[in-house]
């Protein structure tokens, strides 16, 4: 585990960030951490970028959060759409509307990892 491990990554050499591992079988990327001397695993992700974003989630809830939560905790299915959708301040706030549920979910992926912070979600979209 304390090895430094490179992959090669988009065309680059990339360092693995820690917690980040790349699975040899599937070649998805896996969050896992040591937790009270066990280790856990936070998740399974096709994109780096996608596993990084989720580490700094939950390494900004301290790992508090629940690793396994619904695959469609937020998005609500309505005329044919998927939005996304969370109460904030007791008031339901729109976060976006996708025709596919795979683009929802990389929404609400996004707005989870900035903790429903609109500025932070349209900085890290641009």
């Not at 629940?66 to 008031?91: H, M, W």
């Not at 929802?104 to 349209?122: G, K, S, T």
Request: hydrophobic residues 35%.
């Amino acid at each position: 585990m304390g090895m430094v491990k490179y992959i090669y990554y988009d065309g680059v050499f990339t360092k693995l960030p820690s917690y980040i591992y790349q699975n040899n079988k599937n070649r998805r990327f896996e969050i896992r951490k040591r937790i009270g001397g066990m280790l856990q695993y936070w998740g399974s992700f096709i994109t780096l970028e996608e596993a990084r974003m989720w580490r700094a989630y939950y390494m900004g809830k301290n790992w508090n959060a629940n690793p396994s939560f619904r695959a469609t905790e937020y998005i609500r299915r309505q005329g044919g759409k998927f939005l996304v959708i969370k109460e904030i301040d007791g008031k339901q706030q729109y976060f976006g509307s996708f025709d596919k549920l795979k683009d929802a979910q990389h929404e609400r992926d996004i707005c989870l990892a900035c903790n429903w912070d609109y500025d932070l979600i349209v900085e890290m979209e641009a």
